[in-house]
């Protein structure tokens, strides 16, 4: 089955910096990744997702690139605000296989602070 | 419109004991789902529902059983509770392109 590995655990950077956060997986056949922040205490939320056919993605101040050759994916935040602290998840699953975004295999996380 | 809506929010079993954590969503989405999550291992799918009536395992499916009888509704049964099933569960429910989840049920086991 698939496997995603997700860096860092954690990362703290200063308000306004960037920040990025990497996966990789395992599964040749995956085709969609999504990204999902976590707020303490709350459900998770699809923030940004991209599909194989496109190698990068931007929404307002964030961005996902995707590097299907090397299996890796990454999600930048520029100009980060005190409100981008959460955690945050990386995903993979094959749509055309599952035909839905509901089989998802999850990265561990990584917890974001921005400090002040 | 609710989206997805899951119950009850805080539940503490004895173990050995089994209980039924409801999920209900009223977006007419097709695809249905289970997570568990643990500290530092992100989500694990536990089941999965691409219809009423089908149903199959995810990841981690042991000590748990679904149905899906109606478009609406997912439940998720714990058998036999363990104190390795203490975890927060999160029941999403799908379009082809996004998972929307519900508010989380934390489930201790003693």
């Known amino acids: 089955g698939e496997n995603v590995e997700q860096h860092p655990s954690t990362l703290s950077v200063q308000e306004g910096d960037s920040a990025v956060i990497k996966c990789t997986y395992s599964d040749s056949a995956s085709n969609y990744f999504p990204w999902y922040k976590q707020e303490l205490g709350k459900r998770p939320q699809l923030i940004i997702d991209?599909?194989?056919?496109?190698g990068e993605k931007k929404d307002q101040r964030i961005a996902v690139t995707l590097n299907k050759t090397a299996k890796h994916f990454s999600l930048h935040i520029t100009e980060t605000q005190p409100e981008d602290s959460a955690v945050y998840f990386c995903a993979a699953s094959n749509k055309e296989r599952t035909g839905t975004a509901s089989k998802l295999t999850f990265g561990t996380g990584t917890r974001l602070q921005v400090t002040l | 419109n609710a989206g997805v809506t899951q119950t009850p929010k805080f539940q503490v079993l004895k173990t050995g004991q089994s209980m039924t954590l409801q999920c209900a969503q009223d977006m007419n989405h097709e695809y249905m789902s289970w997570y568990r999550q643990d500290p530092g291992m992100g989500l694990r799918l536990i089941h999965y529902?691409?219809?009423?009536?089908?149903?199959d395992q995810g990841e981690v499916p042991n000590g748990y059983n679904v149905s899906r009888s109606t478009t609406e509704d997912f439940p998720l049964r714990l058998l036999s509770a363990a104190p390795s099933q203490t975890s927060v569960y999160f029941c999403a429910s799908s379009t082809r392109t996004e998972a929307f989840f519900g508010q989380g049920t934390r489930l201790t086991v003693v």
């Open positions: 529902s691409v219809g009423a009536g089908i149903t």
């Open positions: 991209i599909r194989s056919n496109v």
